[in-house]
């Protein structure tokens, strides 16, 4: 089975910043795409930002210029530098995985989410 588990959720001032981390654990060979999403209360879950096995990244609009993601291939991590938050970044970031090879495929897989909440 493959796991992904995040950390580095908090609360945190208008205008602060976050780094969130999920690494993925199982027996992985490659993993093609990983990135992370969100959920704010009463709205839908929506894609935050991703990144390929070769680098190319991808952004929602309402946090470009303010959020990066990165990854370690290596380590099977990736991770998510927030700045300059802003009350409606609150919300649950999932982490999220396609394209994940091990003795089996899996298309996708989810991890458990995240608390992170812009609050003064």
């Known amino acids: 089975q493959v796991h992904l588990v995040e950390s580095g959720g908090d609360l945190v001032q208008p205008g602060g910043s976050l780094r969130l981390s999920c690494a993925a654990s199982g027996s992985i060979v490659f993993i093609e795409v990983m990135g992370w999403y969100r959920q704010a209360p009463g709205k839908e879950r929506e894609l935050v930002a991703t990144i390929t096995s070769s680098g190319s990244t991808n952004y929602e609009d309402s946090v470009k210029g303010r959020f990066t993601v990165s990854r370690n291939s290596a380590k099977k991590t990736v991770y998510l530098q927030m700045n300059s938050l802003k009350p409606e970044d609150t919300a649950i970031y999932y982490c999220?995985?396609?394209?994940?090879?091990?003795?089996?495929?899996?298309?996708?897989?989810w991890g458990q989410g995240t608390l992170v909440t812009v609050s003064s």
């Open positions: 999220n995985a396609k394209g994940v090879q091990t003795p089996r495929w899996y298309p996708e897989v």
